[in-house]
């Protein structure tokens, strides 16, 4: 009974190992994802900074997989072979890339893909991607002193400027230094500030005239905009000139007229014309006027001898014949009229 019962407990505690075991096999393979179906991509680097076989390879944030092989290929490039779910597969472009990074600032060594188009095909199994050297650990670290090293340079040069101002050495020295140049500075920048006022409210005005001549039924607007105001303003400053023109030519004629009239009024005066004689001989004049008178008079004998020779009995018929014969012209052109 003894043996039966040690070998019942022994038995117990060994079925409870194996079950023990088996659910942390299970538990590591479903970390490691051991029982996830597979595919494999390979990546070829320069320096792969320290990647080891076993470490994790990262896809947008999630892990996709573990690096199945490192191994040099035979230009003295490092192949590192990547063994991928199958189902993250279809997620990752053709043209994604991969990189070396680290979990965390110092922590292990992982794989990164990243980018790749969305109208880009998937990859398939065995497809190589391209790299994307990134920075090393120790290039960042080198990276990090230079940037200390310009830091401490900065700082140095600050607390320079500081001392010097604080010795009222420069312009900002004295400035901070000497209140009456404080003042004046003050004084200046108030000043600017009330000029910098006066500007934008000229500037506001300027804007407000620009708009009001921008309405619509504003002079402006109408000839910005009104094409046939625009031709009959540019018609009528035409007639203007026109008019100009013609009334500098009518200025012209009238000092031309005014010209003669003045010479003409010179030889009036002038005894050296025939007309300037009439008017200031009175001599002359008075010949004139008898001449004038026996004119008249001699006139008049004369239309009183043709009458007398019209009533002649030689010269009668001469007469008579002359006045049909204008009655007779007279007749036919009554008669061409009315036709």
């Known amino acids: 009974m003894d043996n039966n019962k040690r070998m019942v407990t022994v038995g117990v505690f060994v079925l409870l190992g194996i079950i023990i075991f088996i659910i942390a096999v299970l538990t590591l393979g479903g970390q490691k994802k051991t029982f996830e179906k597979k595919s494999t991509l390979k990546a070829i680097f320069n320096d792969i900074n320290g990647l080891h076989e076993g470490n994790n390879v990262w896809f947008s944030g999630v892990k996709v997989g573990t690096v199945k092989k490192i191994a040099f290929s035979p230009d003295a490039m490092v192949e590192v072979i990547m063994s991928i779910e199958t189902k993250a597969m279809q997620y990752i472009k053709k043209d994604a890339r991969a990189k070396i990074s680290s979990e965390g600032f110092i922590g292990n060594k992982i794989v990164v893909i990243f980018g790749g188009g969305a109208h880009s095909p998937a990859v398939s199994d065995e497809d ?29 040069n600050i607390k320079t400027i500081t001392e010097r101002l604080m010795n009222g050495e420069g312009s900002a020295g004295k400035i901070l230094s000497e209140d009456k140049l404080a003042n004046d500075l003050q004084s200046a920048i108030t000043g600017f500030k009330i000029a910098s006022a006066q500007v934008q409210r000229i500037t506001s005005d300027i804007a407000s005239y620009t708009s009001q001549l921008q309405l ?18 540019k018609s009528t400053a035409s007639q203007i000139q026109q008019a100009s023109m013609t009334i500098k030519e009518s200025s012209d004629n009238i000092k031309r007229i005014t010209g003669n009239i003045e010479n003409v009024s010179r030889r009036l005066d002038s005894t050296g014309s025939p007309v300037g004689v009439l008017l200031n001989d009175e001599e002359a004049g008075g010949n004139l006027k008898i001449t004038l008178e026996n004119l008249q008079s001699g006139s008049k004998k004369l239309d009183e001898n043709l009458e007398a020779l019209q009533h002649s009995f030689l010269l009668r018929g001469f007469f008579k014949k002359k006045a049909k014969e204008k009655k007779k012209q007279e007749e036919i052109k009554l008669k061409t009229s009315s036709q």
């Open 216 to 233: 619509e039924g504003s002079l402006t607007n109408n000839l910005i905009h009104d094409t046939v105001l625009y031709s009959r303003l």
């Open 128 to 156: 190589i991607l391209a790299v994307d050297s990134g920075l090393s650990t120790d290039e960042m670290i080198a990276t990090l002193q230079q940037n200390n090293k310009n830091l401490l340079d900065i700082t140095g």
